[in-house]
């Protein structure tokens, strides 16, 4: 079992940045696939980013593409987001996840086998 627990979380104005982490226990880190979802109020959960379990292959939505950079430091067993020029939208929970299988649609949260708690993301204008 692997326990996730994101933070960096926080109140920013838009265009500003912002570092999410999230740490990961209880079993071999550099063994799973990675990512990042997020849910707005009123909405379903959607995927920003991920991580291949081989570490040779990211993925980005097309809204933070560009914006957003995924990483991962398996010595330290934790998961990163970058997250610049932030706008109004990307308010949201941000949640990390993982998967013990290689990715066959990153994007799809129901391939994942396990979530964090959730951090707060609020955009200012």
């Known amino acids: 079992q692997v326990q996730l627990v994101e933070s960096g979380g926080g109140l920013v104005q838009a265009g500003g940045s912002l570092r999410l982490s999230c740490a990961a226990s209880?079993?071999?880190?550099?063994?799973?696939?990675m990512g990042w979802f997020r849910q707005a109020p009123g909405k379903e959960r959607e995927f920003v980013a991920a991580?291949?379990?081989?570490?040779?292959?990211?993925y980005y939505s097309d809204s933070v593409k560009g914006r957003f950079t995924i990483s991962r430091d398996n010595a330290k067993n934790t998961l990163y987001l970058q997250m610049n020029s932030l706008q109004l939208e990307d308010t949201a929970i941000y949640y990390c996840?993982?998967?013990?299988?290689?990715?066959?649609?990153?994007?799809?949260?129901?391939?994942?086998?396990?979530w964090g708690q959730g951090t707060q993301v609020t955009v200012s204008s």
């Open positions: 991580f291949s379990r081989s570490g040779s292959s990211t």
């Open positions: 996840a993982g998967r013990q299988l290689p990715f066959n649609t990153p994007s799809n949260p129901d391939e994942y086998d396990f």
């Open positions: 209880g079993r071999t880190f550099s063994d799973y696939a």
